[in-house]
C-alpha cells in the first residue's frame, strides 16, 4: 500500500493541483508533509501551523503553497538555512501569521523583511522555553547543526538551531526533530514532556543524522510512530525509510515507521 501511495504521488508529480489541507476531522490533527522538512499541522482546534515552510523543495507536491494556502497562524522556523527558512517571509507578510523561532533568527528574518509586530517577544524565545500557539504548546528543545541566514559575505551564525516539541490540546504531542544528530539530551524529552506520540524526524544523513542514529533517536524519545523527512530531497541526503525500518528492528523498537504522502493530509 505504501509502495502504491508512493507511486501515486511521483506520477502526481510536483505542481500537480493540490488543494488545501482539509481541516481534520473533529477531534484529530493532521499533519501535511510537503517534502524534505516542510509540514503543515491543523489543531482540533483550527489552529494552523506550518513547520520548515521550504514549500518549493525539489520533493514539494505543491511548490506555490506558500502563496496559496488559506491560512496559516504560525510559521515555525527551526534554524536559518535556506532549506528551512524557504518562504517564512512572504508567508508572514501575506498571511499575519506570527513567528516561533529562536530570538536570534527572529531577528535576522525581521531585517529581512518578516512583519516585526508578528515576530516579538510573544512568539520568539529560545531552548527550554515554551510558545502558546493557539490550541498547542510548542517547546523549543536543543538541535545540534548549525544556524546561519543569508548568502551575504560575513553571513553570521543566528541562534542556535532549535528543534520543536508541539503538544496538541486533545490530540498527540508532536516533536519536529530540526536538522540534528541524535544527543542524549533527546532522553529528556519524555522525562521532561511525556510520551511523543508522532516524531518527524530527519534521516537524510550527510548534514543529519541517518536512518540508524534516527532510530536510536527514536527509541530515547520512545517515539510511537516515526515519519521520516529530510531525505532523498537532493543525491546527498540517501538514506531511506526502509533503512530505518530496519534500523528500528534491530533496535527492538516497537515504534511504526509512517512514510507520509507529500500532500496528503494525514489525520492523528
Ligand atoms: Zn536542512
Redesign the pocket.
Known sequence: MRTLLAALALALGPGAALAAPAAPAAGKTSITWYG??AFVVTTPGGTVLAIDPFFQNPRSPDPKAGETLPRIDYVLVTHG?G??VGDAIAIGKRTGAKLIASFDLCKALVNAGYPAAQAGYATCGNIGGTIQAGDAEVTMVPAVHSSSFGDQPGAAEEGHPLGFLIRVKGGPTIYHTG?TDVTMDMKLIPERWGPVDVMLA?IGGH??MDPRGAALAATFVGARTVIPM?YQTYPVLSGTPAELERALAALHSRARVRVLVPGAPTAF
Open positions: 524534505h522538512a538555512h532549506d528551512h536538522d530527519c548534514f543529519t529530510h
